[in-house]
């Protein structure tokens, strides 16, 4: 098998706070994460270049021949031919950035040193191939329709869905429909005519529960009686997902249980949404979104007209709560509150607008972690902590009441 090393582009900085807590090949579109595309579709496993802070938690392989891949870039069946036709030394170049390169052990060093290698030879990508660059928080979700159709072919190919109980209606052709073992599903409508529905292994769809593809459900998620949701969505594994959720991903283990309206959003993991809390996706005037962006330290332009709420890992809100168009809310920040929200909540923020707030204390975040992960049979370790306390103490400028 390849030996495949995943690396973070300069777009890192953009995709915070999602990329906080994680490489960006961690990051799910469509059923799978990055990493999981590039393995199969290589045919290899991957490891990272990235933070040195996540490093640990995410070591590097190297190996005799390594392949080398930006992990900015969405993965192909077309461009993946490619990269596995690289001779040895050679490198595939997308307007001078590097897409890929296929490096013995020696070499690699030399590149993680940023030392020259001597013997390596670039060659442009061919003009045929499309390269899709992750660039933007924004985008996520704009490339879930694709994602999901694509991951749907990869995963169900040569495979057979299990038997779905009559109880159900299917509205289009069932070989939209692919559903894993252990899946509990009864009295629901699932309408597969615009795109895909997978449901993955051990997941439950209650009753009344209402899917338009295309949709991916993870593994061991639960969705909630009568929930309605519209494609493109991913509901990642482990989530708990009720209510009315549109054009949305959810990275995994992660809580929207509840009545209210989740769209155009992106939620990373352990993150939970009170009840009846909505969020808006679209301007009352109808006008373009702007979103907080954590490198450039500003609200920029996204030239989209839908864009709702991103909320990076371990984030929590309160019952009733309120998000404005395009609002990013940082990891582990718990806010509640009546009114609507600022657009941009800071990492560790405890609080609400009309209140206002305080930093939630790193001990005390610390053990809310474990006390939820334990209830997805998952360990908050030394890693995780250590990962937590270098985004707490480099997000402290924008606690402006620390000030």
Not at 218 to 234: E, N
């Amino acid at each position: 098998m390849l030996n495949i090393i995943l690396f973070d582009s300069d777009a890192r900085n953009h995709l915070l706070p999602l990329t906080a807590t994680r490489p960006m090949g961690e990051l799910r579109i469509g059923i799978l994460t990055l990493r999981e595309k590039w393995e199969r579709l290589l045919k290899g496993t991957a490891s990272y270049i990235t933070q040195e802070y996540l490093q640990e938690k995410y070591p590097i392989r190297i190996e005799e021949e390594n392949i080398i891949v930006n992990a900015g870039i969405l993965p192909t069946e077309q461009l993946c031919r490619r990269i596995t036709e690289l001779g040895s030394n050679e490198a595939l170049l997308l307007n001078g950035d590097l897409v890929a390169a296929r490096l013995n052990e020696v070499q690699f060093e030399h590149l993680i040193e940023d030392e020259e290698i001597h013997s390596l030879q670039g060659t442009d990508l061919d003009e045929n191939i499309k390269v899709t660059h992750i660039n933007h928080l924004w985008e996520l979700t704009l490339l879930g329709k694709q994602a999901i159709a694509d991951d749907f072919a990869l995963l169900t190919k040569g495979k057979k869905s299990q038997p779905v109980s009559a109880s159900n209606q299917i509205v289009g052709s069932p070989q939209n429909l692919f559903v894993e073992e252990g899946v509990k599903m009864e009295c629901c409508m699932l309408n597969v005519t615009a795109g895909p529905v997978y449901i993955g292994k051990d997941a439950e769809i209650m009753e009344g529960s209402m899917l338009r593809g295309p949709v991916a459900i993870g593994a061991g998620a639960i969705v909630k009686m009568g929930a309605r949701i519209y494609g493109p969505t991913t509901i990642g594994p482990g989530c708990r997902v009720g209510g009315e959720v549109t054009r949305s991903i959810l990275m995994g283990n992660s809580n929207k249980a509840h009545d209210g309206f989740l769209g155009d959003a992106v939620l990373g993991e352990w993150c939970n949404i009170g009840a009846d809390t909505n969020n808006s996706n679209l301007k009352n005037n109808y006008g373009e979104v702007k979103l907080w962006d954590y490198a450039t330290e500003r609200f920029e332009k996204t030239g989209q007209q839908f864009v709702g709420l991103i909320m990076g890992d371990h984030a929590k809100c309160g019952i009733n709560t309120m998000f404005n168009t395009g609002t990013v809310v940082g990891v582990f920040a718990n806010v509640f509150g009546a009114g609507f929200l600022r657009n941009f909540i800071p990492d560790f923020a405890w609080g609400g607008d009309g209140g206002g707030y305080r930093t939630y204390k790193f001990a005390d975040a610390c053990e809310t972690a474990a006390i939820v992960m334990a209830r997805r049979n998952t360990t908050f370790n030394d890693l995780d902590k250590a990962i937590l306390y270098h985004i707490y103490d480099r997000s402290v400028q924008f606690r402006s009441w620390e000030k």
